[in-house]
């Protein structure tokens, strides 16, 4: 294969010059079999020294180099250029969720700093000054395996559908983080660990877009890393939040009626007891009805619920 | 100007286990180039080297002997002693910090074979030891909470040095341009290697020498510099590293007709040779046109006959890199591989507790401590053995925080001319915009890597490495004529390439002239023209010192022997 022209639009940002970002388009003559990356830096070396990335191994280790391309968070150093060249125009920019500082580096403190929250460390009774290896099964090893590979390249971070509108949110790599400690056999910690992930902002927080596990660059796959997370947290019996509140109201609702009732669930997520927590949702059901995004009053009859209701009650029964 | 009782440049496994070791009593910063995670101690894949004797009968004995044999007798064993001796204990407590590590069928840490390990030796975490470890000291660092302050992505311009007493370093903030002098009781250096002056290289693009130049344009000597370890399997013509743990599962090494050449070579070894040998082969095979692929210039990696099982669960990475970046799937097709230059065994000399030596005499530069890749202590001599780079910075960053603890609070601070410091770093700054232009920073670069990889690479010669030594001297004097062109502040790459350059220049000639000087081979140094090793004239370490007119001057300095006399290296 020959040498083939492309365009590389790339979304440039000087905060001493520009107010706002804006698109820069490089013509470029690449090689075949050439990443990302090694593109960047030739457009960096060719036509314009000034164009600001990051980047350190070129073998998708370090975790430096997150970019997205076409609208997508990948790693510069691993993704083929020709995987991403539609029409002979590749987009590439800063990934999302995070302030651009220039160019293509943005400021990553929020991301590492959010991985605080998780205590993301081993908690272990043992001394600091061991003489001896504990001991460990393959098995639970290989439980571990998928959460430590990460990278903290922050391309789920990026591309994290609730971060983009709420940043309080925990973030899929930090769930990893907390995932490698909570089903690590030698942490002591994971009762602690389960009923502080379990409270608003972390594990049920999440809404299951699947964003974060699709541009995953790793094993690592924060999502079914939070769903392992959420059963366990079932399974230990920690009931008493709204996620999990949710999660068991949907449950009765699909399970007696076929259908999501959606005016109980909210309530019961909230706790029929806890007065403030259900006052704070009727503002929410104003603008829900000013909206006329409101459900029905009464839930409408649906074809084939009892089919649903019987499914539900067969999965309860294999589950059991 | 900031000021701390200790700063460490680096954040990889030696900086950042010497820190932990100090920062519940001393004030502490660690200054990084990059982010601690994403140092280049993450890029290790096959193991960390302890003799524990968990799935055989291994010994420390074993180790060490193993070890001085590696080094082609170039190591200094009681420094190699300390190492095997500190082993079990540097993995157990990595374990109980955390580190995730594959384990055995009765729950024990699993270990696999290595090249030059006459034992199964190597821990490992799946193939991707380093990133568990570095991973497990950056948690650390979380642990420690606001105490230890980390200044990422600064660019450590300066070490400072007068009257024998290190003072602090002058550093550029690559977010802001700005740049500030850190004051400091003491200096670790912990930056790392110099792989980045090679064309084939396996070696981050942050692994520009940037510690050993500040610490030699310092007044500080530079130690066995000419010794640069090619490793057998680098992707082909990206030097990618795909470990050694690929052959200690099992994974053959095979020539254009198939053929398991290292039976030639290294007949009771095998793959799992040393590398510096494996590596050797390999060239030979394809110099004398064995080599596979349209230019028969690579050879190939065979791991097909492991089976998927084992590939994915045992070298996950190596399978992803194949792909990724060649397309090849390895559990169908052996993948093309290369030697790539991977590891400095030269670097800043410094004793069994890491402080810096000034000459050979043994005089140490008060408060300046060396520690990992950046410095030659020297534990791998002419040639390490793999699994025993990540145990040397485990070990010896914790040797180095130890006896700061026990240093410092005797040391004063010294004072600093900070207007000075800053200005001889601004000055260094603006020549570099100072140039007409004439000349292209990354032309130059480009044209570095090529002399070095082809005329200072596995195989060398006195020819080569004179047109080398010629070549080096006119891209310095090219250089001169560069311009940066980003006048920018924060994250101005072209200026942060220029500074990395100059630094490449400098220390490129130290290995191309230590080198050239080393009439002998021994271990990752072979030359064609003096093909033997000669204990009679060249058991010594070479020592470059840093002249007033930027040239420099070869010393020598014996090598420590305790209990392995010489002798014929064979496997």
């Known amino acids: 294969m020959a040498a083939h022209k492309l365009i590389f639009r790339i979304q440039r940002f000087d905060p001493a010059a520009d107010r706002e970002p804006r698109d820069q388009d490089f013509e470029v003559e690449l090689p075949p079999g050439i990443t990302i990356l090694k593109a960047l830096n030739k457009i960096r070396a060719e036509q314009d020294p000034t164009l600001a990335l990051r980047y350190s191994c070129g073998s998708a280790i370090c975790g430096s180099c997150a970019v997205k391309v076409n609208g997508h968070a990948r790693l510069a150093c691993k993704t083929q250029v020709s995987d991403c060249a539609d029409n002979g125009v590749l987009r590439v920019g800063p990934i999302g969720n995070l302030e651009v500082l220039r160019d293509l580096v943005v400021d990553i403190d929020p991301f590492l700093e959010s991985l605080g929250r998780v205590k993301p460390y081993l908690v272990a009774e043992d001394g600091a000054a061991p003489d001896h290896e504990r001991h460990q099964s393959p098995e639970q090893f290989l439980k571990i395996d998928p959460s430590t590979t990460c990278i903290l390249c922050a391309a789920c971070y990026s591309d994290c559908n609730v971060l983009e509108v709420d940043h309080s949110f925990v973030g899929p790599a930090s769930l990893a983080k907390a995932h490698r400690f909570i089903f690590d056999s030698r942490d002591t910690a994971t009762f602690q660990r389960l009923g502080t992930i379990s409270e608003q902002t972390g594990v049920w927080d999440c809404t299951h877009c699947g964003e974060c596990s699709t541009r995953c660059p790793t094993e690592t796959k924060p999502l079914e890393r939070i769903e392992e997370i959420r059963t366990r947290a079932m399974a230990d019996g920690f009931h008493d939040n709204a996620g999990a509140r949710h999660a068991l109201g949907f449950r009765e609702t699909v399970g007696k009626r076929g259908l999501l009732d959606e005016n109980y669930l909210p309530a019961r997520s909230m706790g029929f007891g806890n007065l403030p927590g259900l006052l704070s949702l009727v503002p929410v059901g104003l603008r829900m009805l000013r909206r006329r995004k409101n459900p029905p009053l009464i839930p409408p009859s649906i074809d084939k619920a009892d089919e649903i209701r019987k499914t539900f009650a067969r999965f309860e029964e294999l589950r059991k | ?571």
């Open chain 2, 1 to 571: 100007m900031y000021s701390h009782d200790v700063v460490i440049v680096g954040s990889g496994l030696a900086g950042l286990r010497a820190a932990m070791e100090l920062v519940d009593h001393l004030d502490v910063a660690v200054v990084t180039k990059v982010y601690p995670s994403r140092s280049h101690s993450g890029a290790a894949q096959g193991g960390v080297a302890a003799a524990l004797g968990n799935v055989d009968d291994d010994t420390v004995e074993a180790h060490i002997y193993d070890t001085v044999k590696g080094s082609d007798f170039l190591g200094d064993q009681d420094a190699i002693e300390i190492l095997c001796n500190d082993a079990p204990r540097t993995i157990y407590e990595m374990e109980h910090l955390g580190c995730p590590f594959s384990r055995t069928a009765d729950n024990k840490l699993n270990q696999r074979a290595f090249g030059g390990h006459s034992y199964l030796r190597a821990c490992f975490s799946a193939d991707r030891t380093g990133h568990a470890l570095l991973h497990t000291l950056v948690e650390q660092t979380y642990k420690h909470g606001g105490k230890l302050r980390v200044y990422s992505e600064w660019h450590m311009n300066r070490l400072i040095v007068e009257d024998g007493v290190c003072r602090g370093i002058v550093a550029l903030d690559i977010k802001t341009g700005q740049l500030e002098v850190l004051r400091a009781r003491a200096v670790l250096f912990a930056s790392g290697g110099y792989g980045q002056a090679f064309k084939i290289t396996s070696n981050a693009a942050a692994n520009t020498g940037d510690g050993i130049v500040a610490a030699y344009r310092a007044g500080v000597p530079l130690q066995d510099m000419e010794f640069v370890q090619f490793h057998p399997t680098g992707l082909y013509e990206h030097g990618i590293l795909l470990t050694e743990g690929a052959r200690g599962e099992g994974g053959y090494l095979i020539n254009a007709e198939g053929d398991r050449f290292m039976s030639r070579y290294a007949p009771s070894k095998m793959e799992l040779g040393p590398r510096d040998i494996v590596s050797r082969s390999e060239q030979t095979e394809i110099n004398e046109g064995r080599g596979a692929g349209p230019h028969k210039d690579y050879v190939l990696l065979d791991l097909r006959h492991l089976g998927r099982a084992k590939i994915m669960e045992r070298l996950p990475q190596v399978y992803n890199l194949a792909k990724d970046f060649i397309g090849v799937d390895c559990v169908e097709e052996p993948v093309p591989i290369q030697p790539t230059a991977h590891y400095s065994m030269g670097g800043i000399p410094a004793d069994n507790d890491c402080q810096v030596y000034l000459d050979e005499n043994g005089t140490h530069v008060t408060g300046f401590f060396a520690a990992g890749e950046c410095s030659c202590i020297s534990v791998h001599g002419a040639n390490r053995l793999g699994t025993n780079s990540l145990l040397e910075a485990l070990v010896f960053g914790r040797r180095a925080g130890k006896k700061m603890l026990d240093v410092v609070p005797g040391l004063k601070q010294a004072g600093v001319d900070e207007e000075g410091e800053l200005l001889a770093a601004q000055q260094e700054i603006e020549a570099l915009y100072a140039g007409d232009g004439s000349e292209d920073l990354h032309a130059i670069r480009e044209e570095l890597k090529e002399t070095m990889t082809y005329q200072v690479g596995v195989y060398r010669c006195g020819e080569d490495m004179r047109q080398a030594q010629s070549a080096i001297a006119g891209l310095r004097e090219r250089f001169r004529k560069i311009q940066v062109k980003d006048r920018g502040g924060n994250f101005n790459l072209n200026l942060i390439d220029a500074l990395e350059l100059s630094n490449m220049l400098e220390y490129a000639e130290l290995i191309v002239d230590g080198g050239l000087a080393r009439e002998e081979s021994r271990g990752a140094h072979f030359r064609t023209d003096f093909p033997t090793r000669d204990d009679v004239h060249w058991l010594k370490h070479t020592l470059a010192f840093r002249t007033d007119d930027g040239g420099h001057e070869l010393r020598y300095k014996p090598v420590t022997i305790t209990r392995f006399e010489p002798e014929e290296r064979k496997y």
